[in-house]
């Protein structure tokens, strides 16, 4: 075997009865390492990468690695035609580092990759109600469209553009680094493949401008604060496809609910006398519109009605007691029944009183004591005559 060069495995980090698979995951892992890109500048580097593409040709050839096994280097020099063969190497690095550089490939084997339009991000607010049960809105889009002046091409009415000399109108040029080519846009024409000497003065030379368009989006029930919808092909628009919209969503505060989850919270504020008693209260409730309307962008929601739920207290109910009212709260949006209506009980002491009404607490406590009194006292008889 020649001193000059390295044994094949060990120049890929793998044994000598590896596998293709082996091998092929050995070449990626050492090109990426030794890639000219990764490595600017770096001409140790630079030998390396060459070094290892130069023994994965070989030893992913079942013909190539079986002459290499039995007689090394020496097998493969003179005629066999290993050096001359530089299309499969760009055919390997093709398809093993389309990820690194974005799909754009090495130059005359790669092609032109088509890319749809961009995406876009809109933020839309929605009352708690609409959020919990659903909804369709019209939400406002301003996104780059064609100008319709020019047609799109950038050129104002009577001329077009004309094609780059640089680049010869393909929109990529193509330098070299060592034995590898690569290709990207074209500084003079920014890949566009042509140069406009008069832009149209709507556009301003982009042939596009930016325009505000509505698009109708439907918020499942269940939907919370944080969370976004994705609507497909609403982004920007291409030649290859549009993109798509994503809605953030945001949802106001309401004032007689808290949102935990699935679950709302509302306060029920009641005086003494109904904590005493008991009795009948009303609660605020959670529940869809009757009429479902799509409401068009910019509009004022139009005014909701008050529904409510009756609840029973039980007399001499505490203050912060809990009553839950189960199927009552938000849908679940896997579709899963509804969380609860959590009611939190909460008496209300009145600052300023009447001089009756003090008069009659006051003759209330009294009785409420003597109460308490017999209660002790029966409680203390009950303890002696055990």
């Known amino acids: 075997m020649s001193s000059a060069k390295r044994c094949y495995y060990s120049v890929l980090g793998c044994n000598k009865d590896a596998s293709p698979d082996d091998i092929r995951k050995a070449y990626k892992r050492e090109a990426l390492k030794n890639h000219p890109d990764r490595n600017p500048g770096n001409p140790q580097a630079e030998c390396a990468f060459k070094e290892v593409n130069e023994a994965y040709q070989v030893l992913s050839d079942d013909q190539k690695r079986t002459v290499y096994d039995q007689f090394g280097h020496a097998g493969l020099e003179g005629g066999a035609g290993f050096g001359a063969n530089m299309g499969d190497v760009f055919s390997h690095m093709q398809d093993l580092f389309s990820d690194l550089f974005g799909g754009g490939g090495f130059g005359g084997f790669a092609g032109n990759r088509t890319r749809r339009g961009a995406d876009l991000r809109v933020q839309s607010r929605l009352s708690l109600r609409e959020a919990a049960f659903g909804c369709k809105r019209e939400v406002v889009v301003e996104a780059p469209a064609r100008c319709d002046e020019c047609g799109g091409n950038g050129a104002a009415p009577g001329s077009k553009p004309e ?79 549009a993109g798509d919209l994503y809605v953030e969503i945001d949802v106001e505060e309401d004032p007689r609910f808290e949102r935990d989850g699935v679950d709302v919270v509302t306060r029920a504020h009641i005086s003494f006398a109904n904590a005493a008693l008991g009795g ?53 949006l896997d579709g899963r029944g509804r969380g609860s209506l959590v009611v939190v009980v909460q008496v209300d002491v009145p600052k300023n009183l009447s001089d009756k009404a003090k008069a009659l607490l006051q003759e209330l406590d009294a009785e409420l004591d003597g109460g308490r009194d017999a209660d002790a006292a029966s409680r203390k008889h009950a303890a002696t005559s055990k």
């Open 280 to 332: 009948e209260i009303q609660v605020p409730a959670l529940e869809p519109d009757e009429e479902k309307k799509v409401e068009k962008a910019c509009e004022e929601p139009k005014s909701k009605k008050t529904l409510v739920h009756t609840i029973k207290l039980a007399p001499g109910t505490q203050p912060g007691a809990v009553i839950t009212l189960k199927g009552r709260g938000i849908p679940r």
């Open 163 to 241: 094609s780059c000399a640089n680049c010869r109108g393909s929109g990529q040029v193509s330098s070299q680094r060592g034995f590898v080519m690569f290709s990207g846009p074209c500084p003079k024409c920014h890949g566009r493949g042509g140069v406009i000497k008069s832009p149209c003065k709507s556009c301003k030379g982009e042939g596009a401008v930016v325009k505000a368009r509505k698009v109708l989006v439907t918020f499942p029930p269940g939907v919370d604060a944080g969370q976004r919808l994705r609507v497909q092909g609403q982004g920007i628009a291409s030649p290859h496809g």
